[in-house]
């Protein structure tokens, strides 16, 4: 712990909100996370539309840990310790697959898609003692889902997933709400990169709308190219063309609620998408009007939300839905992941409007996100004079602290600190 | 017209390579047929259609243009300043031809240095649809294979690939 016992300086009365800049770079800090942040907050894991079938399984690595996410026999959606009761070794090496058993190819213990422990060779040679029904592959100590969003939670103490996710399940709603008969699907293809940057900075960075003018002008001059009409801001302290909040959802999750203004492919045209996509997109929002009414069909249809589910699921409900969870890989590296989200039920040009809208922006070719990933380097690199210029700035937006919040202001990049600091203070 | 040679192909890819790794998009762009497309499907969906499947890449001629303008401007972070290209072309193969269209095969590395520090290789292979157009050709489609099995340490493809 530092000094004073905080990693911040949280002046509400001044108005000036300090982080000390070592979370980004110590190694020490970095091993008390995975302990008292991954260790203790349900984490997500998986979407169950990518184990559709009895025995899909797909392995990953979540919080460090090798897992096997998979569907069963029974059809019950599962989460495995990827790692052999046996002697530990790795049981699935495939990253994906269907299968009824696992077989660690060490000295052949297979296991059932339920991670029973199904066959031992030779077990003739253990004694009474040894007990199969007790060697099962282990699993977090919780887990699971809402709305097939499947989360795991190392810590048997911890609250039931609805309670942990709170007012962040509206918002989860309002993704959801896309599809007629409620159901999302992750669809085929992953983007996975590494950034040379702490963790940390890639939430701040997924919800932090103050830097788009800057870091994403050549995005926003692609969207003006394409006929999209760039208003300038209006508002005090705004940057962008229209109003975006920033929303306290409680528990150190946050999101983003912003008047669209770049097209969403569920259901509001731009030029980008072109002409013949209006009657199609115009039949999508009659749908949504007639089954959710006016008020909720234009919270779907005509906002746009970043949401952040602490610690690093963020669900980008904007140019397209993207799925992307982040995990540290030393303190100055982390991995991530991104997948596309879809409704199961979208039509074959809806579906290449979505994807073809998700690449104007996301991922590591998209039109912004390698000027993030750029961002978030620079920052990494700069953080190298930490002991000697040891505060980063963040109190944007603190006289707004009891009003309207804007996207654009600091504050929902303060309650991520908030709760990050309480967490880092207890005794784990 | 004469059935294509390889040595013909593999000219027009040397040359293809060279205006990539200097940043000779225009020159690059001119080579380019109307109905161009140029993508880079997922690393764990290679085959992939990317109306079905979420790429890396997957422009259109206009999204092409599009790309252009935004890489070669000074606030495209990612790439200011630009990186250090190399790629080596070999295992040039004519897969198919007929009177108008040549489809080829090549593998590449791709060497990328960068803020004075080696950034890595891209490592994969190419398709190409050429379209014959007198003794030399211009790209219908370019699609790119990468060969891991995630960007991973390589992060962005924020250049021409």
Redo the contacts between chains.
């Keep these: 712990m530092p000094a004073n016992g905080s990693y911040v300086i949280d002046d509400r009365e001044k108005g000036i909100f300090l982080l000390d800049r070592s979370v980004h770079v110590s190694e020490e800090i970095l091993r008390e996370e995975m302990r008292k942040i991954f260790g203790k907050c349900w984490i997500y894991v998986g979407h169950a539309s990518e184990v559709k079938k009895p025995g899909d399984f797909v392995t990953r690595k979540v919080a460090g840990r090798p897992v096997i996410f998979v569907r069963d026999q029974k059809g019950q959606v599962r989460c495995l310790f990827n790692t052999c009761r046996h002697r530990g070794s790795i049981v699935s090496t495939e990253?994906c697959g269907n299968a009824r058993r696992f077989m660690c190819v060490y000295h052949g213990w297979s296991y059932g898609n339920d991670g029973s422990l199904a066959r031992v060779p030779s077990e003739e040679a253990y004694t009474e003692a040894f007990d199969k029904g007790d060697l099962g592959l282990k699993t977090p100590a919780h887990f699971d889902s809402y709305k097939d969003f499947w989360f795991m939670n190392l810590d048997p103490d911890a609250p039931p997933l609805g309670d942990y996710l709170g007012k962040t399940r509206d918002y989860i709603d309002l993704v959801v709400d896309q599809s007629p008969s409620g159901q999302m699907e992750v669809?085929?293809?992953?983007?996975?990169?590494?950034?040379?940057a702490n963790w940390k900075l890639m939430v701040e960075n997924s919800v932090d709308d103050y830097h788009l003018p800057t870091?994403h002008?050549?995005?926003l001059?692609?969207m003006r190219?394409?006929g999209v009409v760039m208003e300038p801001p209006k508002g005090a302290g705004m940057v962008l063309p229209t109003k975006g909040l920033a929303i306290d959802l409680g528990n150190g999750h946050f999101t983003t609620d912003n008047v669209n203004f770049r097209g969403r492919p569920v259901a509001a045209w731009i030029p980008l998408y072109g002409d013949a996509a209006k009657p199609e997109m115009e039949a999508i929002r009659a749908e949504l009007v007639e089954r959710l009414g006016a008020e909720r069909a234009k919270r779907v249809a005509d906002t746009n939300r970043n949401l952040v589910i602490f610690p690093n699921l963020v669900i980008n409900d904007g140019s397209s839905v993207t799925i992307r969870t982040f995990f540290p890989n030393g303190v100055d590296?982390m991995?991530v992941t991104a997948?596309?989200l879809g409704p199961v039920e979208e039509s074959?040009s809806a579906?290449?409007r979505r994807?073809?809208a998700?690449?104007t922006f996301y991922?590591?070719?998209g039109?912004a996100?390698?000027?993030d990933?750029?961002?978030l380097e620079?920052v990494q690199k700069g953080l190298a004079n930490w002991q000697d210029d040891r505060w980063s700035e963040m109190s944007r937006g603190m006289g707004h602290e009891d009003g309207e919040q804007l996207n654009s202001d600091e504050f929902h990049l303060r309650l991520f600190w908030r709760k990050w600091n309480a967490l880092m203070g207890e005794q784990a | 017209m004469s059935p294509v040679t390889r040595a013909e192909v593999e000219d027009f890819l040397y040359m293809e390579a060279d205006l990539l790794d200097n940043w000779k998009l225009a020159e690059w762009e001119a080579l380019l047929t109307d109905d161009a497309g140029y993508y880079i499907p997922a690393n764990d969906d290679p085959t992939g259609d990317h109306r079905k499947s979420l790429f890396i890449i997957a422009d259109d001629r206009e999204r092409i243009h599009q790309r252009i303008i935004r890489v070669m401007d000074p606030n495209c972070h990612a790439e200011a300043p630009k990186s250090h290209l190399s790629r080596i072309v070999g295992n040039v193969r004519i897969l198919a031809q007929d009177a108008d269209t040549v489809t080829v095969a090549a593998t590449f590395v791709c060497h990328r240095y960068r803020r004075y520090e080696r950034m890595g290789e891209y490592v994969g292979s190419t398709r190409h649809i050429l379209k014959r157009e007198g003794d030399s050709f211009r790209i219908k489609e370019r699609r790119v294979f990468l060969k891991s099995h995630e960007l991973g340490s390589l992060g962005s493809v924020s250049f021409m690939l």
């Design positions: 990253r669809l085929p293809g992953t983007q996975e990169y590494d950034v040379a870091t002008s050549t995005w001059n692609f190219n394409s590296k991995h997948w596309a074959e579906r290449a994807l073809d998700f690449l991922g590591p070719g039109f996100t390698p000027d990933v750029e961002a620079m």
